[in-house]
Nanobody, 121 residues
Framework: QVQLVESGGGLVQAGGSLRLSCAVS????????MHWYRQAPGKERELVAT???????NYADSVKGRFAISRDNTRNTVYLQMNSLKPEDTAVYYC???????????????WGPGTQVTVSS
């Protein structure tokens, strides 16, 4: 069974840093686009950052210059380095990935369970 497992969340003071990780485990053929989303209390889930299998990246305006997404294709793992954190970054952060299970299958979208990030002022 394929799982996405996030780690690295926690409590940090404003201005601090955290690094999130998300590993795809199980029997898969290839991982395509990988994303980080977040959802704050009472708000809709929003896309934070995207990375293609080739390493191209894209960011929400609210995190540009502060967050960096990267991936290790040999480990099917995506990272989110979060610097200069602000209280408004407080949310549950979710990993999302497009996964190909065999060389003849289409990509299926999968979510991790989420990890809490809390930034205190």
């Amino acid at each position: 069974q394929v799982q996405l497992v996030e780690s690295g969340g926690g409590l940090v003071q404003a201005g601090g840093s955290l690094r999130l990780s998300c590993a795809v485990s199980g029997s898969i053929y290839r991982v395509g686009y990988m994303h980080w989303y977040r959802q704050a209390p009472g708000k809709e889930r929003e896309l934070v950052a995207t990375i293609t299998s080739g390493g191209s990246t894209n960011y929400a305006d609210s995190v540009k210059g502060r967050f960096a997404i990267s991936r290790d294709n040999t480990r099917n793992t995506v990272y989110l380095q979060m610097n200069s954190l602000k209280p408004e970054d407080t949310a549950v952060y979710y990993c999302n990935a497009n996964i190909q299970y065999s060389d003849t299958s289409t990509y299926l979208n999968s979510w991790g369970p989420g990890t809490q990030v809390t930034v205190s002022s």
